[in-house]
């Protein structure tokens, strides 16, 4: 937690769930999200993350379960998202809740060409040798600090732009 000391001498505290905390960490998130996808490193879709998780949970760094408001009411994928919070509990791996759908398709090309539209509920970034983006400290940061705040899922909302 950093502090900062403004002209009329009066402290501000910064938190992991300030309004500027929030920006930043959600611009790491977007160059993560992009280093990971450029590198071939991120898995996309509930069943494609939890088989990776599955084989080899000690390749993924991050898993960000993404859902708007209107995806509340879906059983299911409350229950996916559950399973998926109880996996990576277990297995050390941050977990980040964003809101946001069309802003994360944004990042992620999803151009809807007509096929299948793809699930963008559960990316995964994977860690292989030599996958360490500058931004991956801000949001690891950002998710231990929220755990120490008994905040086991921190949530984040990526603007439109």
């Known amino acids: 937690m950093g502090e900062s000391i403004d002209m009329s001498g009066s402290v501000q505290v910064l938190t992991a769930s300030s309004p500027c905390r929030l920006e930043t960490v959600g611009r790491a998130l977007e160059d993560l999200l992009g280093a990971a996808q450029s590198q071939d490193r991120l898995t996309v879709g509930v069943y494609e993350s939890a088989k990776l998780m599955n084989v080899d949970p000690d ?7 993404a859902a708007d408001e209107e995806d509340e009411g879906d059983i299911a994928l409350q229950i996916h998202f559950t399973l998926l919070q109880a996996f990576c509990c277990d297995n050390d791996i941050n977990i980040l809740r964003v809101s946001g ?11 809807g060409d007509g096929t299948e539209p793809r699930d963008l509920h559960y990316p995964n970034e994977g860690m292989c040798s030599g996958f360490s983006p500058p931004s991956l400290p801000d949001v690891g940061s950002f998710c231990q600090e929220s755990r120490c705040r008994n905040q086991w899922v921190p949530c984040l909302e990526l603007q439109d732009r």
């Open 59 to 65: 390749s993924v760094v991050l898993c960000v379960l």
């Open 101 to 111: 759908l069309r802003r994360l398709a944004q990042l992620l090309d999803d151009t």
